[in-house]
Antibody, heavy 120, light 111 residues
């Protein structure tokens, strides 16, 4: 069965960086784009960008460009999302999700989420 | 930040029908991009409920249905059950933002 397993909760100080991992299993890793979303307390999900696990190509949401980097390691079927220059309003649960193409892309499998808390 | 607007909450008695609207604009839903719906139970990740405006993934009860018209979409839940208490989000693509967008979210309460 398809599973996306994310790394554990992180506590970071303002100005630091955080790197969250997402290990895929149960399907061909290079066959589907993986996206990252985040969800601040009491708010809806916010799309951050995607990575093509096959080529390593990426596309980031405008508001995160310059601060986010998505990478992958095909040998262990894992993608990473690194967010730098953290601020208190980056406190959120971060999710990876697989994009499935029907007539358009939607997110059919999600990781369990990683809580990132930014506090001094 | 959300460009798709949903009512904050809807409620209904068990067995009733409720609908959730998702209002966008000419750069997302009105541009022809599909709408997808997700259900999020407390403390868990979102789960796809409706994809491609009106399609249900395997395992989703037919009590859930979706539709789209113009710059809006709707999710209907018929025969409301206690287990349907959750947050619901619509999602589409926005060509101005060149990215995926989610709705503001609607909390469904079963009275």
């Amino acid at each position: 069965q398809v599973q996306l397993m994310q790394s554990g909760a992180e506590l970071k100080k303002p100005g630091a960086s955080v790197k969250v991992s997402c290990k895929a299993s149960g399907y061909t890793f290079t066959g589907y784009y993986l996206h990252w979303m985040r969800q601040a307390p009491g708010q809806g999900p916010e799309w951050m960008g995607w990575i093509n696990p096959d080529s390593g190509g990426t596309n980031y949401a405008q508001r995160f460009q310059g601060r986010v980097t998505m990478t992958r390691d095909t040998s262990i079927s894992t993608v990473y999302m690194e967010l730098s220059r953290l601020r208190s309003d980056d406190t959120a649960v971060y999710y990876c999700a697989r994009a499935y193409l029907s007539e358009s892309y939607y997110f059919d499998y999600w990781g369990q989420g990683t809580l990132v808390t930014v506090s001094s | 930040q959300s460009v798709l607007t949903q009512p904050p909450s809807v409620s209904g008695a068990p067995g009733q029908r409720v609908t959730i609207s998702c209002t966008g604009s000419s750069s997302n839903i009105g541009a022809g991009y599909d709408v997808h719906w997700y259900q999020q139970l407390p403390g868990t990740a979102p789960k796809v409920l409706i994809y491609g405006n009106s399609n249900r993934p395997s395992g989703v009860p037919d009590r859930f249905s979706g539709s789209k018209s113009g710059t809006s979409a709707s999710l209907a839940i018929t025969g409301l059950q206690a287990e349907d208490e959750a947050d619901y989000y619509c999602q589409s693509f926005d060509r101005s933002l060149r990215g995926y967008v989610f709705g503001t979210g609607t909390k469904v309460t079963v009275l």
